[in-house]
Protein backbone atom coordinates (compact mmCIF):
# COMPACT_ATOMS: atom_id res chain seq x y z
CA UNK A 1 0.00 0.00 0.00
CA UNK A 2 1.19 3.32 -0.91
CA UNK A 3 1.42 5.73 2.10
CA UNK A 4 1.06 9.48 1.80
CA UNK A 5 4.70 11.13 2.87
CA UNK A 6 4.26 13.74 4.95
CA UNK A 7 6.03 17.10 3.68
CA UNK A 8 7.55 19.51 5.47
CA UNK A 9 6.97 21.56 9.05
CA UNK A 10 4.82 18.73 10.07
CA UNK A 11 5.36 17.90 13.45
CA UNK A 12 6.10 14.28 13.19
CA UNK A 13 9.31 14.75 10.48
CA UNK A 14 10.67 17.28 14.05
CA UNK A 15 10.72 14.18 16.55
CA UNK A 16 12.69 11.95 17.35
CA UNK A 17 11.34 8.48 16.47
CA UNK A 18 10.94 5.74 18.89
CA UNK A 19 13.11 2.66 19.30
CA UNK A 20 11.64 -0.59 18.47
CA UNK A 21 12.12 -3.94 20.41
CA UNK A 22 11.27 -6.78 18.37
CA UNK A 23 9.73 -7.52 14.96
CA UNK A 24 5.71 -7.82 14.18
CA UNK A 25 3.27 -8.78 11.70
CA UNK A 26 2.28 -5.24 11.57
CA UNK A 27 5.77 -3.86 11.33
CA UNK A 28 6.80 -6.23 8.37
CA UNK A 29 3.83 -4.97 6.51
CA UNK A 30 4.65 -1.56 7.37
CA UNK A 31 8.04 -1.81 6.27
CA UNK A 32 6.73 -3.30 2.67
CA UNK A 33 4.52 -0.48 2.53
CA UNK A 34 7.23 2.16 2.82
CA UNK A 35 9.78 -0.06 -0.11
CA UNK A 36 6.20 0.67 -2.17
CA UNK A 37 5.55 4.39 -1.18
CA UNK A 38 9.83 4.91 -1.97
CA UNK A 39 9.75 3.37 -5.30
CA UNK A 40 6.47 5.23 -6.10
CA UNK A 41 7.97 8.23 -5.58
CA UNK A 42 11.24 7.35 -7.09
CA UNK A 43 13.07 7.74 -3.85
CA UNK A 44 16.26 5.72 -2.86
CA UNK A 45 15.80 6.52 1.15
CA UNK A 46 12.42 6.72 3.31
CA UNK A 47 12.59 6.77 7.36
CA UNK A 48 9.38 5.87 9.48
CA UNK A 49 8.48 9.35 10.15
CA UNK A 50 8.24 10.74 6.28
CA UNK A 51 4.77 8.60 6.50
CA UNK A 52 3.97 9.65 9.89
CA UNK A 53 4.79 6.66 11.99
CA UNK A 54 7.69 7.72 15.17
CA UNK A 55 9.38 4.80 14.77
CA UNK A 56 13.01 4.35 14.63
CA UNK A 57 13.13 2.66 10.80
CA UNK A 58 14.15 3.32 7.11
CA UNK A 59 14.35 1.82 3.79
CA UNK A 60 17.20 2.21 1.27
CA UNK A 61 17.47 1.15 -1.78
CA UNK A 62 20.56 2.19 -3.93
CA UNK A 63 20.77 -1.12 -6.43
CA UNK A 64 19.53 1.41 -9.18
CA UNK A 65 22.58 3.97 -9.02
CA UNK A 66 25.81 3.43 -10.65
CA UNK A 67 27.85 4.17 -7.50
CA UNK A 68 25.71 0.97 -5.89
CA UNK A 69 27.29 -2.58 -5.95
CA UNK A 70 25.68 -6.10 -5.49
CA UNK A 71 26.09 -6.10 -1.53
CA UNK A 72 24.17 -2.61 -1.75
CA UNK A 73 20.69 -4.30 -2.12
CA UNK A 74 17.25 -3.09 -0.90
CA UNK A 75 18.19 -2.76 3.37
CA UNK A 76 16.17 -2.31 6.49
CA UNK A 77 17.64 0.07 9.29
CA UNK A 78 15.95 -0.85 12.74
CA UNK A 79 17.18 1.55 15.41
CA UNK A 80 20.15 2.65 13.31
CA UNK A 81 23.14 4.54 15.49
CA UNK A 82 26.11 6.34 13.62
CA UNK A 83 29.09 5.31 15.78
CA UNK A 84 31.95 6.79 14.16
CA UNK A 85 32.55 9.98 10.77
CA UNK A 86 35.30 9.74 8.57
CA UNK A 87 37.34 13.54 8.95
CA UNK A 88 37.40 13.54 4.75
CA UNK A 89 34.02 15.40 3.35
CA UNK A 90 32.10 15.43 0.53
CA UNK A 91 29.96 17.63 -1.13
CA UNK A 92 26.85 16.33 -3.13
CA UNK A 93 23.42 17.38 -4.23
CA UNK A 94 20.48 16.16 -2.24
CA UNK A 95 16.81 15.83 -2.01
CA UNK A 96 14.05 14.59 0.19
CA UNK A 97 10.59 13.38 -0.54
CA UNK A 98 9.28 15.46 1.62
CA UNK A 99 10.89 18.97 0.65
CA UNK A 100 9.20 18.01 -3.12
CA UNK A 101 11.21 19.59 -5.41
CA UNK A 102 13.98 21.32 -3.19
CA UNK A 103 17.45 20.26 -3.77
CA UNK A 104 20.74 21.51 -2.55
CA UNK A 105 24.32 20.73 -2.48
CA UNK A 106 24.84 19.69 1.46
CA UNK A 107 28.79 18.59 2.61
CA UNK A 108 28.78 15.21 4.89
CA UNK A 109 31.35 12.90 6.15
CA UNK A 110 32.53 10.83 3.21
CA UNK A 111 32.44 7.37 5.13
CA UNK A 112 30.48 6.16 8.39
CA UNK A 113 30.46 3.65 10.76
CA UNK A 114 26.78 2.19 11.47
CA UNK A 115 24.98 -0.04 13.50
CA UNK A 116 21.61 -1.36 12.95
CA UNK A 117 19.15 -4.25 13.16
CA UNK A 118 17.73 -5.38 9.85
CA UNK A 119 14.63 -7.07 9.71
CA UNK A 120 14.84 -9.96 11.15
CA UNK A 121 16.17 -8.41 13.99
CA UNK A 122 19.66 -9.00 13.74
CA UNK A 123 22.86 -6.62 14.50
CA UNK A 124 24.71 -5.58 11.80
CA UNK A 125 27.94 -3.09 11.78
CA UNK A 126 29.01 -1.61 8.82
CA UNK A 127 31.56 0.94 7.70
CA UNK A 128 30.29 2.85 4.25
CA UNK A 129 30.64 5.31 1.67
CA UNK A 130 29.89 6.39 -1.29
CA UNK A 131 26.10 7.33 -1.86
CA UNK A 132 25.09 4.31 0.64
CA UNK A 133 26.77 6.39 3.01
CA UNK A 134 24.79 9.18 2.25
CA UNK A 135 21.72 8.34 2.04
CA UNK A 136 21.91 6.38 5.69
CA UNK A 137 23.12 10.06 6.88
CA UNK A 138 20.12 11.73 5.37
CA UNK A 139 18.01 8.91 6.58
CA UNK A 140 19.10 8.80 10.06
CA UNK A 141 18.90 12.69 9.91
CA UNK A 142 14.96 12.26 9.14
CA UNK A 143 14.74 9.53 12.23
CA UNK A 144 16.47 12.22 14.48
CA UNK A 145 14.15 14.85 13.70
CA UNK A 146 16.68 16.47 11.42
CA UNK A 147 16.12 18.11 7.74
CA UNK A 148 19.06 17.87 5.62
CA UNK A 149 19.02 21.85 4.98
CA UNK A 150 20.08 22.22 8.38
CA UNK A 151 23.03 21.24 7.13
CA UNK A 152 23.59 23.79 4.68
CA UNK A 153 26.05 26.59 5.00
CA UNK A 154 23.75 30.01 6.70
CA UNK A 155 23.45 31.77 3.52
CA UNK A 156 22.35 28.21 0.99
CA UNK A 157 19.85 27.95 4.56
CA UNK A 158 18.83 31.79 3.84
CA UNK A 159 18.41 31.42 0.00
CA UNK A 160 16.19 28.23 0.73
CA UNK A 161 13.79 30.04 2.59
CA UNK A 162 11.36 31.17 0.12
CA UNK A 163 11.20 27.22 -1.49
CA UNK A 164 10.32 25.85 2.16
CA UNK A 165 7.74 28.68 2.57
CA UNK A 166 5.99 27.05 -0.83
CA UNK A 167 6.39 23.70 0.73
CA UNK A 168 5.21 24.42 3.76
CA UNK A 169 1.84 25.70 2.24
CA UNK A 170 1.71 23.02 -0.34
CA UNK A 171 1.57 25.25 -3.60
CA UNK A 172 4.29 22.14 -5.37
CA UNK A 173 2.45 18.95 -6.27
CA UNK A 174 5.01 16.09 -6.21
CA UNK A 175 3.47 13.10 -8.27
CA UNK A 176 2.96 10.91 -5.38
CA UNK A 177 0.91 11.33 -2.63
CA UNK A 178 1.20 14.04 0.39
CA UNK A 179 0.15 14.58 3.67
CA UNK A 180 -1.68 17.20 4.43
CA UNK A 181 -1.91 17.43 0.72
CA UNK A 182 -2.75 14.15 -0.48
Known sequence: MILPVYTYNHPVLR??????????DDLTAFIENMFETMYNANGIGLAANQVGKGLSVTVIDI???EDADESERPMVLINPVIEAFSD???EFEEGCLSLPDFHDKVVRPAQIQVRFLDQHMKEHVREVGGLLSRVMQHEIDHLNGTYFFERLTPIRRTLASGKL???ARGDIEPAYPTFPNT
Open 165 to 167: KRI
Open 88 to 90: DEI
Open 15 to 24: ATTAKIDDMS
Open 63 to 65: SDS
